[in-house]
């Protein structure tokens, strides 16, 4: 999910295109520019006045040919980009119709002694991923996928049909034991399983909340583990300020697991800005900086589309060479801050299957890295993390209309391996 600091050193040595002044062929001026995102027909910005994401045709030549603009590559990008635009719109109104159609249907009514049968909603059906799931700067050459297929998991969950969000408990397959849990019935988090990032970093995204361990943005509460995003003037040890907090936990140096299924149960936030997290990464990042030895992003939410969930792998070179591939899952209606889903990946050696509330809605078989041969980077321990960001460059900054504080409800997370 979100960059190493390593990235936001990279970040900010990345002089020759930060702090600059640029003019379009139109005349629009942008001042103090730093690069956020560049794509084969965009580049995504900040300046003085905010974010903007601005073609690179209508940039002085000298600048296109810093970010290597080729018109023909622009032009399938810019037609994938109102594709993927187009499919999010029909996603959204597609649940729209789904919720008015179900509204309008009458209950009969119910004759004594009779069985009413259950109704089971329609399966939720993933759409495709946008391009822009997180920074890529610079293209990858992929090499050519494994020649021989992996192997189909005999552990799968039954993808069937998804269980009623309120109570979407996934039933595991047998074949999985539990290795590791926490349930947050205790009265404090804990930390022998638990520790936390304190900092004002931005995580690497420009993100603008400072992570702290006070119980104001992490406790247990009532069975469930509360992170908070809380809107208010803060200084941090390290003497930088912001005006946000929140938390991110981190399981390092404390758990870490090479093949599995994770899985946890939650209610997300919502609102512009808002950017909550369960992902992994690499405990010791064997094949290099990130994105290298490999991220794994078990769902993402983006608070001003709180109906969409992203899975996203992470690999590649170290950035800004670095690349991913993932996918969406809509629901069909109301959000994930409506009530608790749960939310998992099964990964075994050579591929990887995201699942919500029991539904299987993309499977991964093809990475790599330049640091070792396949199935690496994603053969080696990686950690959990679950945090909320506040802003950074994929949601972009909260809106007059977000309202703090905003909350993560995690019901509980879980480890399962092979039984034996």
Same mark, same amino acid.
């Given at each position: 999910?979100?960059?190493?600091?390593?990235?936001?050193?990279?970040?900010? @040595?990345?002089?020759?295109?930060?702090?600059?002044?640029?003019?379009?062929?139109?005349?629009?001026?942008?001042?103090?520019?730093?690069?956020?995102?560049?794509?084969?027909?965009?580049?995504?910005?900040?300046?003085?006045?905010?974010?903007?994401?601005?073609?690179?045709?209508?940039?002085?030549?000298?600048?296109?040919?810093?970010?290597?603009?080729?018109?023909?590559?622009?032009?399938?990008?810019?037609? %994938?980009?109102?594709?993927?635009?187009?499919?999010?719109?029909?996603?959204?109104?597609?649940?729209?119709?789904?919720?008015?159609?179900?509204?309008?249907?009458?209950?009969?009514?119910? &004759?004594?002694?009779?069985?009413?049968?259950?109704?089971?909603?329609?399966?939720?059906?993933?759409?495709?991923?946008? $391009?822009? &799931?997180?920074?890529?700067?610079?293209?990858?050459?992929?090499?050519?996928?494994?020649?021989? @297929?992996?192997?189909?998991?005999?552990?799968?969950?039954?993808?069937?049909?998804?269980?009623?969000?309120?109570?979407?408990?996934?039933? &595991?397959?047998?074949? /999985?034991?539990?290795?590791? $849990?926490?349930?947050?019935?205790?009265?404090?988090?804990?930390?022998?399983?638990? =520790?936390?990032?304190?900092?004002?970093?931005?995580? =690497?995204?420009?993100?603008?909340q400072y992570y702290t361990d006070r119980p104001e943005n992490a406790k247990?509460?009532?069975?469930?583990?509360?992170?908070?995003?809380? %809107?208010?003037?803060?200084?941090?040890?390290?003497?930088?300020?912001?005006? #946000?907090?929140?938390?991110?936990?981190?399981? %390092?140096?404390?758990?870490? *697991?090479?093949?599995?299924?994770?899985?946890?149960?939650?209610?997300?936030?919502?609102? %512009?800005?808002?950017?909550?997290?369960? *992902?992994?990464?690499?405990?010791?990042?064997? #094949?290099?900086? /990130?994105?290298?030895?490999?991220?794994?992003?078990?769902?993402?939410?983006?608070?001003?589309?709180?109906?969409?969930?992203?899975?996203?792998?992470?690999?590649?070179?170290? /950035?800004?060479?670095?690349?991913?591939?993932?996918?969406?899952?809509?629901?069909?209606?109301?959000?994930?801050?409506?009530?608790?889903? +749960?939310?998992? &990946?099964? /990964?075994?050696?050579?591929?990887?299957?995201?699942?919500?509330?029991?539904?299987?809605?993309?499977?991964?078989?093809?990475?790599? @890295?330049?640091?070792?041969?396949?199935?690496?980077?994603?053969?080696?321990?990686?950690?959990?993390?679950?945090?909320?960001? +506040?802003?950074?460059?994929?949601?972009?900054? !909260?809106?007059?209309?977000?309202?703090? !504080?905003?909350?993560?409800?995690?019901?509980? +997370?879980?480890?399962?391996?092979?039984?034996?």
């Amino acid at each position: 999910m979100r960059l190493a600091a390593l990235t936001l050193l990279a970040f900010l @040595t990345l002089s020759s295109v930060r702090a600059e002044e640029w003019t379009t062929t139109d005349g629009k001026t942008y001042r103090d520019v730093k690069v956020v995102k560049i794509e084969d027909d965009a580049v995504t910005i900040l300046d003085q006045d905010g974010g903007a994401l601005v073609p690179i045709a209508v940039l002085a030549p000298d600048l296109q040919q810093r970010f290597h603009y080729d018109p023909a590559k622009a032009a399938i990008a810019a037609a %994938k980009r109102q594709q993927d635009e187009q499919t999010s719109q029909q996603a959204v109104a597609d649940a729209k119709k789904a919720e008015q159609t179900e509204a309008q249907k009458t209950i009969p009514p119910v &004759v004594a002694g009779a069985s009413v049968a259950a109704v089971v909603p329609a399966s939720p059906q993933p759409v495709t991923a946008p $391009s822009a &799931v997180a920074p890529v700067i610079a293209e990858s050459t992929t090499p050519s996928a494994p020649t021989s @297929t992996p192997p189909s998991s005999q552990f799968a969950v039954n993808p069937g049909t998804p269980a009623a969000p309120g109570n979407a408990h996934a039933t &595991v397959n047998a074949n /999985w034991k539990l290795v590791w $849990s926490d349930e947050f019935d205790g009265t404090s988090i804990d930390s022998s399983k638990w =520790g936390f990032e304190v900092n004002g970093d931005g995580g =690497g995204n420009n993100e603008l909340q400072y992570y702290t361990d006070r119980p104001e943005n992490a406790k247990v509460e009532d069975g469930h583990l509360v992170i908070t995003a809380i %809107k208010e003037n803060y200084k941090g040890p390290d003497g930088k300020s912001r005006h #946000y907090t929140s938390a991110r936990m981190t399981t %390092k140096g404390k758990f870490s *697991w090479k093949y599995g299924r994770f899985e946890a149960r939650i209610k997300m936030p919502k609102g %512009k800005g808002m950017w909550p997290a369960f *992902w992994m990464m690499p405990q010791d990042s064997v #094949y290099g900086g /990130w994105a290298r030895s490999g991220e794994l992003d078990i769902v993402e939410v983006i608070g001003h589309q709180p109906n969409l969930a992203y899975g996203t792998i992470h690999y590649g070179d170290s /950035w800004p060479h670095n690349t991913h591939t993932g996918d969406k899952f809509a629901l069909p209606s109301g959000d994930f801050s409506d009530d608790f889903h +749960v939310f998992a &990946v099964e /990964w075994e050696e050579g591929e990887i299957r995201w699942y919500i509330d029991g539904q299987l809605y993309q499977t991964q078989t093809k990475w790599y @890295t330049n640091g070792g041969k396949f199935p690496a980077p994603f053969d080696q321990n990686f950690f959990i993390i679950l945090n909320v960001a +506040v802003g950074g460059a994929w949601p972009g900054p !909260p809106s007059p209309e977000t309202t703090f !504080p905003q909350t993560m409800e995690v019901d509980y +997370v879980r480890v399962y391996q092979p039984a034996p």
